[in-house]
């Protein structure tokens, strides 16, 4: 029988609501006792990490999460471990925790879009799946997952697609990788993964890594503002395929001199970066020395950059974030 340890971190799977709003209230053990029977095929242990609506978590909160969860894969007795977390910022949670995941084992992400003082929750059954996941030896080598509404998809891509849907997820250029249906898991494909970096360390969460969004009349007013309060790397979401305007080129041909590591995405949620305009447009953008995050969204392109930063000279870490990029 496999052995589960999930972790909780908030969310609306943890929520209970009051005259000020939904509150991130159960833990762990509040959590299981609303999930499982008797008739759980896993043995499942609960553990509390953070207690936050995931607008409120830090990458220094990411952080600690990435250690608890290292700190349950180096026991041998566990062979899965689960993480309830809230939907709004699961994409780049997920994600950081993958980029460091060097264990066959499953980390599953799950949570809820109805909070779990309503009858109707989703949580409940959301989690049963992804212990369902995490206890499933097909899930072993795929990285980080996240499961909801009965589908499953890898961390990388994943997406808050829809503010109130109960299935929310979609995944950019991709689908998902699997279901779960009737507690069984399927699983119809593999996420690409790329080599594993280093984990975060104590300065991850001071990274300052802004990410600006382009749209008609932007100007460089906002992103020359960034680059004097102090960011060291800037992931610009261009219009359409990466576009920016021409005042922008220029400011990012300067905060590159400058010594700060420039990522061009889009605003778009599906399609890639390609250098198809002049003129301002993401052939400019990529010969004044930004970095295309290809496929890869803004908020996944800040997570992944901010640890590269902690670890590298802005140098490097440009040529690190190019070559991921172009891998997958
Ligand atoms: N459905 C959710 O979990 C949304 C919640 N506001 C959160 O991200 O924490």
């Not at 939904?22 to 499942?44: E, N």
């Not at 207690?51 to 894969?73: G, H, M, P, W, Y």
């Amino acid at each position: 029988m496999a052995h589960i340890v999930v972790l909780a971190t908030g969310g609306t799977i943890s929520s209970r609501s009051g005259a000020a709003g939904s509150v991130a209230t159960d833990g762990a053990v509040a959590l299981l006792g609303a999930a499982l029977d008797s008739s759980q095929a896993s043995t499942v242990e609960a553990v509390d990490v953070l207690r936050k609506n995931s607008f409120n978590i830090t990458l220094a909160d990411v952080r600690t999460l990435a250690e608890a969860i290292r700190t349950q894969l180096d026991r041998a007795d566990v062979d899965g471990v689960v993480v309830t977390h809230g939907t709004d910022t699961v994409e780049e949670c997920a994600f950081l925790v993958d980029l460091v995941h060097d264990d066959p084992r499953p980390v599953v992400f799950t949570g809820a879009q109805l909070s779990a003082d309503r009858p109707d929750s989703d949580g409940p059954a959301n989690l049963r799946d992804a212990i369902a996941v995490a206890s499933a030896p097909a899930a072993r080598s795929l990285g980080v997952l996240l499961t909801f509404a009965g589908r499953i998809f890898g961390s990388r891509g994943v997406q808050k697609a829809d503010t109130l849907a109960p299935d929310p997820f979609s995944s950019r250029d991709g689908g998902p990788i699997g279901r779960v249906i009737c507690g069984v898991v399927h699983l119809t494909a593999r996420p690409a993964r790329t080599s594993v970096l280093p984990m975060p360390g104590p300065t991850f969460g001071d990274v300052p890594v802004e990410i600006l969004h382009c749209h008609l009349g932007s100007g460089d007013h906002a992103f020359r503002r960034a680059v004097e309060s102090g960011a060291r790397g800037i992931v610009l979401a261009g219009t359409g395929a990466g576009n920016l305007n021409t005042d922008l080129v220029a400011a990012v041909a300067d905060a590159v001199a400058a010594g700060v590591v420039v990522a061009l995405g889009t605003r778009v949620s599906q399609g890639p970066v390609v250098p198809l305009y002049g003129g301002g447009g993401a052939v400019d953008a990529l010969a004044a020395g930004a970095v295309s995050l290809g496929t890869l969204s803004c908020v996944q392109g800040r997570i992944l950059l901010a640890l590269l930063l902690e670890h590298h000279t802005p140098r490097r870490a440009a040529e690190l974030l190019s070559e991921y990029c172009a891998a997958v």
